[in-house]
């Protein structure tokens, strides 16, 4: 196959890139270039995409043996996965760019351009399975290691995509091994540090970002009642579940800590409680992606975060296409915008976007 | 690189001895170097005292762009304005806007026509009204991206009426149209050696004697204080091989691969859909040809002719390998979704027919899927 190994610069895709190579499939390698205002050099973990990434690219291509260019899709970049996430933190919700880069970038406008030129699938190091059954049909699995599974960021892609796509380090067993791998085909990278955080985020401070794009906008903190706790400068750098960063004069009545509930754009406030109140077991999403073909209710176990594990629940699919699930037990934290991803076992039934939660368990002990 | 510049490169490489040095070896060193320098300039209609060796066309212009600024400057403090043409390479536009950053200048950009030709009347009027603060002019022989042959005779004409110094980027003319220094009038003119056929990291500024030229290298005083740094024989000696026989060379050059040249544009022309070619028709370098193709990604066409075995450019300069539109066609007021869409075709010594059917045969694919591919970088 001709297959389009996307390489970051980063260790994962170099070693993913030369598993494909060993594979005897025909591999060309393509950074793409995110950043409008492109760093010389990686500073640290964090961001990606800088100038030096693209040069540790290379010479992973020059060692693999294989061409290697650099496309510029910074500018649908900016107009749909950064766009994206301000305009969610403004209305109130808590985004996922990474899931986003992967539903219109990575699996969408890169893919689709590789396949125009004459790609048959699009390679990366995303560490998840695409398992090719007898009849031919593909499923989304979690990686074998656990700790590494990206399954979560990647179930937005659907099945359509994951025809095209090819993920050579599913079943390796740790982190470890992939930079072993590196080493051991000579790749520099092998001693790179991992990059996290938000890639167009170089500095980390999101809060910040924010703030240099939508300004300061004044407004209260609020209990459940509505009683005005305090001020803020911006909803928008505000999440389900956060604890810092809430400048509230005076403790809460049971001395606890307060954590936000919710944040209401319209009339900019951000809504406070305690811990307890943060519990949800009903977790409505909409925009759903599916691998399997489901209707009614189901057993699964939903995952609501990148790093977090899977709670066992009951999905219920709805006429007009969302979706409803109910967990045993409690989640805390789960914010309208994040992605919802629902298991059987290690395989990805569907992916869908979160839009509200509540607690059903009414009464349960608090 | 030409053979004999190879081969007069290695030879020189078993010398030992600098060319700075008094004793015997680094009087022999001298002499080649100074062999060389003679045989450059007569091949190029200049004086030796004219010829200044530099590490490559870059350094050249580097020194032509800071030197003249800051030579005309310690007697006038005026004279603040650098006027270059908008479709200068970047070797003499990122100096020229660095100067106006950090070094007091007032970068002019003088507009170029759709053909990306220097608009003399613009000069014109710049110098009629500001001719006092002029520290010099610097626009290139030829432009490297579309070929495009500027009007230096009327450029070296008005500014010699108003006083001001001209520099001019050869760099690519050498050895495709008759260049000669002393005829053009020109107070400074840049080569290089790797567009000749001669090694790479070897060039020269030729200047006038009597043109007060800042260094830009201060060290030990070689070429006559204007570029210190310690040269290497060998290079230079290859170097001026190369421009030798590239000038002896140039008619014949032009007339055959000029030939192949237009067979090639006719060949797109007739056979591509949406290819329009960018530059002057017939003013322009013999082996240069440059088109752009609507519809389509310069990093698509790139991807396709390489995996085809055919090497083009995109044309632009970029850092990381992103190709930008560039700036020579947005100065020549091409759009810029047509700008994404171009590539620059360049002939040599070695091309031959064949190269250039082969090209024919499989561009109008090419094409045909990069448009498939559109445009996914544009929102």
Redesign the interface.
């Known amino acids: 196959m001709r297959v389009l190994a996307a390489l970051s610069g980063g260790v994962d895709s170099a070693v993913a890139a030369a598993r494909a190579v060993d594979a005897g499939h025909d591999v060309?390698g393509v950074?793409m270039?995110l950043s409008r205002t492109?760093d010389q050099f990686r500073t640290g973990s964090r961001g990606c995409c800088s100038?030096e990434d693209?040069?540790d690219a290379?010479r992973a291509a020059d060692v693999l043996g294989i061409?290697?260019?650099?496309?510029?899709?910074?500018?649908?970049f900016e107009?749909?996965v950064v766009a994206d996430f301000v305009a969610e933190y403004q209305a109130g919700r808590t985004p996922n760019p990474c899931v986003r880069c992967n539903e219109h970038i990575k699996f969408a406008?890169?893919l689709?351009?590789a396949v125009?030129?004459?790609f048959d699938a699009v390679a990366t190091g995303h560490y998840a399975r695409a398992v090719v059954l007898p009849d031919g049909t593909r499923e989304l699995h979690r990686a074998v290691d656990s700790a590494k599974d990206q399954s979560y960021v990647l179930a937005v892609m659907g099945p359509d995509r994951l025809a095209r796509s090819l993920f050579p380090l599913g079943d390796v067993a740790s982190k470890e091994e992939t930079r072993r791998e590196a080493a051991a085909r000579g790749l520099s990278v092998s001693a790179k540090p991992d990059s996290y955080d938000i890639c167009f985020v170089a500095d980390g401070d999101t809060q910040g970002f924010l703030r240099s794009r939508l300004g300061s906008q004044p407004g209260d903190i609020v209990d459940e009642s509505g009683t005005v706790l305090g001020e803020h400068d911006g909803a928008y750098a505000y999440t389900v579940g956060q604890r810092r960063g809430l400048s509230i004069g005076h403790p809460a009545a049971d001395g606890k800590p307060r954590y936000v509930l919710s944040v209401e754009p319209v009339s900019n406030r951000v809504v406070v409680g305690s811990a307890a109140d943060l519990a949800v077991d009903v977790v409505q999403a909409d925009r759903a992606v599916w691998f399997a073909s489901v209707t009614g209710d189901f057993d699964c176990s939903l995952q609501v975060r990148a790093h977090g594990a899977a709670v066992p629940a009951r999905a219920s699919v709805l006429p007009d296409g969302s979706v409803s699930v109910f967990v045993d037990g409690a989640l805390r934290g789960v914010a309208p915008g994040q992605s919802a991803v629902l298991y059987d076992g290690t395989r990805v039934l569907g992916q869908a976007t979160v839009t509200a939660t509540s607690r059903a368990a009414v009464g349960a002990a608090r | 690189m030409l053979p004999e510049a190879t081969r007069v490169l290695t030879e020189q490489l078993a010398r030992t001895g600098n060319p700075s040095s008094l004793h015997a070896s680094g009087r022999a060193a001298r002499r080649v170097v100074e062999e060389s320098r003679e045989s450059l300039a007569a091949s190029l209609g200049a004086r030796p005292s004219e010829v200044v060796w530099t590490g490559g066309g870059t350094e050249a212009d580097n020194l032509a762009v800071k030197g003249l600024f800051w030579g005309r400057r310690t007697h006038d403090l005026r004279r603040r304005r650098i006027l270059v043409s908008a479709v200068e390479h970047h070797a003499v536009l990122d100096p020229a806007f660095w100067m106006a950053e950090h070094a007091g200048a007032e970068l002019v950009l003088l507009p170029v026509d759709a053909d990306g030709v220097l608009v003399v009347d613009a000069l014109h009027e710049e110098l009629a009204a500001h001719a006092d603060e002029a520290a010099l002019i610097s626009v290139m022989w030829a432009n490297n991206e579309v070929g495009a042959l500027q009007p230096l005779a009327d450029v070296v004409a008005l500014a010699h009426q108003f006083g001001v110094p001209v520099h001019a980027d050869a760099v690519q003319a050498v050895g495709q149209v008759p260049v000669d220094f002393g005829a053009s009038g020109l107070d400074a003119m840049t080569l290089t050696g790797h567009k000749v056929g001669g090694p790479g990291g070897a060039g020269a500024l030729l200047a006038r004697r009597g043109l007060e030229l800042t260094p830009v290298l201060h060290g030990g005083g070689q070429e006559r204080g204007v570029r210190s740094g310690t040269l290497d024989a060998a290079l230079v000696a290859s170097f001026s091989t190369a421009v030798v026989a590239a000038v002896a060379g140039q008619a014949s050059f032009a007339s055959r691969v000029g030939a192949l040249r237009d067979t090639l544009v006719d060949g797109v022309l007739g056979s591509v859909p949406g290819a329009t070619l960018r530059g002057p028709r017939s003013e322009r370098l013999p082996a240069n040809a440059h088109f752009t193709f609507a519809g389509c990604e310069g990093d698509s066409l790139l991807y396709l002719l390489d995996s085809a075995g055919v090497e083009a450019s995109t044309g632009s300069a970029c850092q990381a390998g992103v190709p930008r539109p560039s700036h020579v066609l947005l100065a020549m007021g091409v759009d810029e979704l047509d700008a994404r869409g171009a590539l620059r075709f360049s002939l040599g010594h070695s091309s031959v027919a064949s190269d250039v059917d082969a090209l024919l045969e499989v561009l109008p694919a090419i094409v045909d899927r990069a448009r498939a591919a559109g445009m996914a970088t544009v929102s």
């Open positions: 060309v950074h270039a492109r100038i693209a040069g290379r061409p290697y260019y650099v496309w510029d899709l910074s500018e649908k107009d749909t406008t890169l689709d351009k125009a030129l004459g």
